[in-house]
């Protein structure tokens, strides 16, 4: 069979090359517009410029980028840490303690994620601003802190867990803590990288709400930062085009390292 | 994998660590100088409390190189002049500024507010009109007799008067002299003309040159409002209401759009940047915009002294004048900014009084002002070697007297896309300009009714 030329052969791989060549161009285009000046970039160069170090001199000088980031690093990595915190023992909570009440609560939960974000903006605001909490950074974390979404994620990979073994443990005396650190967490570990993986995108990603509550520029994260680039008369395509690569490099370093973990996740943890 | 987990919550925690002193520290130093402050204040006296605390002006703007940079200028030169004052200049993206605007105004939150915001002119109405009484207003303040008469009316509601207007966006033919005199036009021949006389040049410079006059995004409404505005009519009347199919300038506009695509003298692009990228190419020869194309205009420093500036066309409509407008903003103070006073001083002192600013920032930045004294300044009479030497700013004061003044009303951008939706069906051929004027209409009154 090796070697033979069939006919549906060569459309799967003139479909598969197409669609690689759509999914990868605009990483092409973004990488050599890196390196080339604003002008270079609207009159369509796509060959790599001289102007790398200019733009990232740029980003790095006028618009402090270092300290853009590191808003950014730090309100995602601490809400990717205490979302998956509370969501985990949410789910927990609702999978292991079944009764009518908890069934409500978790169904009620669900309807929330029917509320679309504009309804809830402004009176998320006013909140806010009643507990001093304008620009802060504070505000971000403690917002995203809890995701309906993870939760119900959480719950479906948690229901396929066998609840003989956390009997066993109450019935040797661990406490529901000690369960859940020791035993039943670190068996999900799948779920866990993967709701991390979406925890960390939306996080990273977040716009609407970064917007309305940050005041300040030395508060503001990545996606601010590229939005007012991007929005100049006679935009610097250079400087944006390395902003979008400098702040998309962290997605793509913790999804190709966790990646094995995140298809797992998305499959479900336990292997019968 | 256990060491993949550990390493992963050790660099969560450290960067929480690291993120919450980072924090703390600064916060609790400048709390309790700040409680401090207040201590020795109390026991001090009422004007000198007042005279060591800076005040903050708050202001909210977009565009790195042009709103920023000039406000920053601004900025600098009144701080040099008052001790008191500091300056928080916030940069946003225009629409995230309108977003955040119309957020904390609906909130009612005084708090998220900026003492100065900067807003686009087509939108001024809409926020004026919309949050009564949120806007300061300054009809007393400013001597309006110094701005141009068409800025003034846009920020106008109930006769009176709102913003301090800023930069213009007054239109102009910018042209490839060395194209169109290869075709056989010089500047005389492009001085004052009509559209149509436009699409006469068009199709003779395509037949001798093979370039195209202008490169055409036909989904994209700014020519359509460049016509408009120069014959003094809008998509709304004085009073508000919908002027759309009985709109004798809007119905000529649509049919110059159909007849320059006929004609076949255009590049077509799709956005903004090929719009950009076929004169920065050297494709198009000439693009009509507002003042502030010349930024993008210029950035191709290759085709330096073979540019030109003349008056935009007008259309055949008997009020159409050769001046028109597109674009530009201006600043409003909020009413409930903590320093109004202050920040109306500022406002007065330099953007409403200081013609040497004007001419720094028309040299270093390209903003062409609607602060009428500003315009005799040496920046504007100077000539621009870009532009073969033609002095095009002073150019643009001299058209930018001749604008017709429009109240631009609450829904533009609305009326705009009601427009452009239909005008596709009219260049297609399968609606009457007529009926496309009656659909757009009723598409329009259903949106904002």
Known sequence: ?272 | MKKILLVISVIALSIGLFAACAKSTPDTATNTSGNQQKDSQQKDTEDQSSSSEKQKITVWAWDPNFNIAIMNEAASIYEAAHDNVEFEIVEMAKADVEQKLHTTLASKMTEGLPDIVLIEDYNSQKYLQSYPGSFADLTDKLNYNDFAPYKVELMTVDSKIYGIPFDSGVTGFFYRSDILAEAGYGAEDLNNITWDRLIEIGKDVKAKTGKAIISFDKSDGGLMRIMLNSSGLWYFDAEGNITVSNNEALKEAMETYKKILDADIIIPTAGWNEWVGAFNNGDAASVISGCWITGSVKAATDQSGKWAAAPVPRLNYTESKNASNLGGSSWYILDAAQNKDLAIDFMNEVFGGNVDFYQTILTNNGAVASYLPAIKGSAYSAADEFFGGQAVFADMGKWMNEIPSINYGLYTYEADSAIMANLEDYLSGSKTVEDALKDAEAQLKSQIQ
Not at chain 1, 212 to 238: E, M
């Open chain 1, 1 to 272: 069979m090796k070697g033979k030329i069939s006919i549906p052969r060569i459309f799967i791989y003139l479909f598969l090359i197409v669609a690689s060549f759509l999914s990868i161009f605009p990483f092409f285009w973004m990488t050599t517009g890196m390196t080339n000046s604003a002008v270079d970039i609207v009159r369509g160069k796509m060959t790599f410029g001289t102007m790398f170090f200019e733009n990232i001199r740029i980003l790095f000088s006028e618009y402090d980028m270092a300290l853009v980031l590191f808003n950014s690093i730090k309100v995602t990595g601490l809400t990717v840490v205490l979302c998956l915190l509370i969501c985990s023992m949410a789910a927990y909570g609702f999978v292991m303690y079944k009764s009518k009440i908890t069934q409500r609560l978790y169904a009620l939960t669900m309807l929330t994620m029917m509320i679309p974000f504009a309804a809830l903006m402004i009176p998320l605001f006013q909140i806010i601003v009643q507990f001093k909490l304008l620009n802060s950074h504070f505000a971000l974390i403690i917002t995203g802190a809890s995701s309906v979404f993870i939760i119900f994620f959480f719950r479906q990979s948690f229901v396929t867990y066998p609840f003989e073994i956390i009997q066993a443990a109450r019935v040797d005396g661990a406490g529901e803590f000690r369960i859940f650190f020791k035993i039943f967490a670190p068996s999900m570990k799948s779920t866990f990288f993967a709701a991390a993986i979406y925890a960390f995108m939306t996080s990273w990603n977040s716009y609407m709400w970064p917007l309305i509550v940050l005041q300040t520029n030395d508060k503001r994260t990545t996606t601010l930062l590229i939005s007012y680039l991007s929005s100049a008369y006679v935009p610097q395509y250079g400087v944006i085009m390395t902003a979008i690569v400098i702040s998309t490099l962290p997605i793509i370093i913790i999804f190709f390292a966790f990646q094995k973990q995140f298809v797992q996740g998305m499959l479900g943890s336990l292997k019968a």
